[in-house]
């Protein structure tokens, strides 16, 4: 029998915490759940051509993976410690092999056309905007350039992880499959250790409130 209304309600309900605990977990869930992610290759069900997502996605992560291996030009300029440096140039190497894998298998079918992003105008536009701060940020970054290269790289290192996963779910060819998921691992292992290193050059909480 349902409890009346009113003080009755509220004692049934408190004499209810297995429910009470299965309304906020669900609660929790659907406002904090996870965004959906690819989990197999594209086909008709999607609502974006499969063709066109995968050219898509394959420009995304030949940019991104463009840009990375340009990065380590900024030591023309500006210097780093030897253990950062040295990272940085790994992952700038590790990038221009993903380039080239990308080119190297673009014609296996389905071919890709790594070529086109299928972004709009405006979103290149600003993401040009934003790098190019970026690089005028380096260059006339003080102490705070080796903090400022390690969160960049490790949020670009985390970002290709993320789309060469998406893209290995996605891609029906097994050889380029597997290569992005070497390329995912490649670069969550490059992500992991920059936010070690952030950790030891970024000072505590504790210090800097002090």
Same mark, same amino acid.
């Given at each position: 029998m349902l409890p009346k209304r009113g003080t009755d309600s509220k004692r049934g309900w408190c004499r209810l915490?297995?429910?009470?605990s299965v309304l906020l977990n669900l609660l929790?869930?659907?406002?904090?759940?996870c965004a959906p992610v690819l989990r197999g290759p594209l086909?008709?069900?999607n609502p974006e051509p499969a063709k066109a997502t995968l050219?898509?996605?394959?420009? %995304? !992560?030949?940019? +991104?993976?463009h840009d990375e291996s340009s990065?380590? %030009? !900024?030591?023309? +300029?500006?210097?780093?410690?030897?253990?950062?440096?040295?990272l940085v140039r790994r992952i700038g190497d590790a990038a221009a092999n993903g380039e080239a894998a990308i080119r190297s298998m673009a014609e296996s079918p389905p071919p890709i056309d790594w070529k086109k992003n299928g972004l709009p105008l405006i979103e290149v536009s600003a993401r040009n905007h934003i790098v190019n701060e970026q690089v005028a940020a380096f260059l006339f970054a003080g102490d705070s350039f080796e903090v400022q290269l390690l969160l960049t790289q490790q949020k670009a290192c985390s970002y290709i992880s993320a789309l060469a996963v998406s893209l290995a779910a996605a891609d029906i060819n097994a050889s380029r499959?597997?290569?992005?998921?070497?390329?995912a691992r490649q670069f969550a292992g490059f992500d992991a250790d920059l936010r070690d290193h952030l950790r030891v050059n970024q000072p505590s909480?504790?210090?800097?409130?002090?």
């Open positions: 915490p297995f429910m009470r929790i869930a659907l406002t904090f759940g086909d008709s069900a050219d898509h996605g394959y420009a %995304l !992560l030949y940019q +991104v993976l990065v380590t %030009l !900024l030591f023309g +300029v500006k210097h780093a410690s030897e253990p950062i440096e040295t499959s597997a290569m992005l998921t070497t390329l909480s504790s210090n800097r409130g002090s």
